[in-house]
């Protein structure tokens, strides 16, 4: 677990190049339409509201049976739910804007109290000043009329690197490595994904990341400790079983 979790925060940290490189991830977005809905639909599967549809598809293709499934869902989904209130809870006490308010207001295009109003007016006034940026593509601004929190950490990243990590421990112990590393490529695109649509920077990303990897691992465990209980217990239940058949042989005898 934790060799695929160093493993993750080194191509998450390779994302900080851009400051010494000196390129905006953002200038690297794709023009067209269809790339650029292609990568926000792929972010949004590791969003608050596409998690439900990620966890099910991966519980259901790493299990063989219905209970299995059931488990491996039930041991991740309540360490991922605490994960998720911490990075909202870092994201509301550090409070850093994300980079596209920033560069909106900059451009005195965003209000300077932008994160002092509620949702609703935050929501309006992005769509006002959005309507003046002419140069950002649709489907950039769809996403940047829904992102009104705060950016670090980000919350896609302890998402999506959480079930990468967790999921690709299960189909690593059951000799499913290329499914495992897809997995995890996934998991990698939707982190890289935030930073080509400007509402994150790599540092966000890397604190989403060590939160998702403690996430994983803690995961992993608690189904590795009910597996084990499964184990004892069946193993209990057939030592019971050869007593009793031992037992009956002698009283035939």
């Not at 509201?49 to 099910?56: D, E, K, N, P, R």
């Not at 002092?116 to 002419?134: R, V």
């Not at 302890?158 to 995890?184: K, N, S």
């Amino acid at each position: 677990m934790w060799l695929p979790a160093l493993i993750s925060l080194l191509v998450l940290a390779l994302s900080s190049l851009s400051y010494v490189l000196g390129y905006d991830w953002f200038n690297l977005l794709p023009a067209n339409d269809t790339l650029g809905t292609i990568i926000s639909s792929v972010s949004f599967t590791g969003s608050i509201h596409g998690v439900f549809i990620s966890l099910i598809v991966l519980a259901i293709h790493s299990a063989t049976t219905a209970r299995q499934c059931w488990r491996h869902l039930l041991c991740i989904l309540p360490v991922l739910s605490v994960a998720i209130l911490l990075a909202w809870g870092l994201k509301n006490l550090i409070a850093e804007p994300r980079p596209n308010v920033a560069m909106l207001q900059q451009a005195g295009l965003l209000s300077q109290d932008y994160y002092q109003q509620d949702h609703d007016d935050k929501i309006s006034t992005m769509e006002a000043a959005l309507s003046q940026a002419l140069t950002v593509p649709e489907f950039v601004k769809r996403d940047w009329v829904m992102e009104t929190g705060y950016a670090m950490p980000s919350i896609h990243t302890v998402i999506a690197l959480t079930l990468g990590l967790y999921f690709f421990a299960i189909f690593r112990r059951d000799q499913r490595h290329r499914t495992a590393w897809a997995l995890l490529c996934w998991a990698y695109i939707v982190c890289y994904s935030r930073l080509l649509l400007n509402v994150h920077r790599p540092e966000d990303l890397i604190v989403g990341a060590v939160i998702a990897s403690l996430a994983a691992a803690m995961g992993f465990k608690i189904l590795q400790n009910k597996e084990h209980k499964d184990q004892l217990r069946i193993k209990a239940r057939a030592e019971k079983l050869a007593e009793a058949h031992r037992s009956t042989g002698v009283t035939r005898d």
